[in-house]
């Protein structure tokens, strides 16, 4: 998934924070010189529209973008999530237990609801949409290369749901979906060859 502009250019995007008090990049609490496997939550937001502008200036597409991804921030921080990082026109998030009042999976389920709600109401940037993907699994969290992030299997899951998850469509790894609670509404929806990652059992939180 290529950017269409320089996102770090964005005002707050790439620095600490994405706007004042937003966690960024700090999963689970892991300090930047250990590297440990928890078990988590990744939400990965495939933001889809962001084409038309590629024929605004860089500073107004900038602007742009980080409102979008602001928006995203705020949702996924009042579950008590953090925001990992930004990737193109991708964002992911990490829910840890230790970071939400209830468990990770669910609070992660939560904020894709509200973020779809986002962007289905009218509250968010109407000419955006999103696919979504959630998964929980032991991860690589810490130090990894030159930043903090969290790499492995459970992620790369995440990140292809997201990418082939219709607009507006939150597609769920068997690893969280084993763990949500009835409140939710998850539907199977049967076995997927997920591009480098191989056949996968996918479901959908439907609400």
């Keep these: 998934m290529s950017s269409l502009v320089d996102v770090s250019r964005a005002p707050g995007v790439g620095a600490p924070t994405l706007r004042p008090g937003l966690r960024v990049a700090r999963p689970g609490r892991v300090p930047c010189d250990t590297v440990r496997n928890p078990t988590l939550t990744t939400l990965v937001i495939d933001v889809r529209g962001l084409a038309p502008l590629t024929s605004a200036t860089p500073d107004q597409a900038a602007a742009t973008i980080h409102d979008v991804f602001a928006r995203l921030g705020t949702a996924i921080e009042a579950e008590h999530g953090t925001v990992n990082g930004v990737l193109g ?103 997927v060859d997920l591009a480098g990652v191989g056949l996968t059992a996918v479901f959908e939180l439907v609400r």
């Design 89 to 191: 026109n991708c964002l992911l998030a990490v829910f840890a237990e230790e970071d939400t009042d209830t468990d990770h999976p669910s609070a992660a389920a939560r904020a894709a609801l509200e973020i779809r709600a986002l962007f289905e109401s009218g509250r968010g940037p109407r000419e955006f949409r999103a696919g979504l993907g959630l998964n929980t699994g032991t991860v690589v969290a810490g130090r990894v290369g030159p930043s903090d992030t969290v790499v492995g299997h459970a992620v790369a899951v995440a990140s292809r749901l997201g990418a082939c998850a219709e607009a507006g469509q939150i597609l769920v790894g068997a690893g969280a979906a084993a763990l949500l609670p009835v409140e939710f509404d998850v539907r199977d929806r049967g076995t």
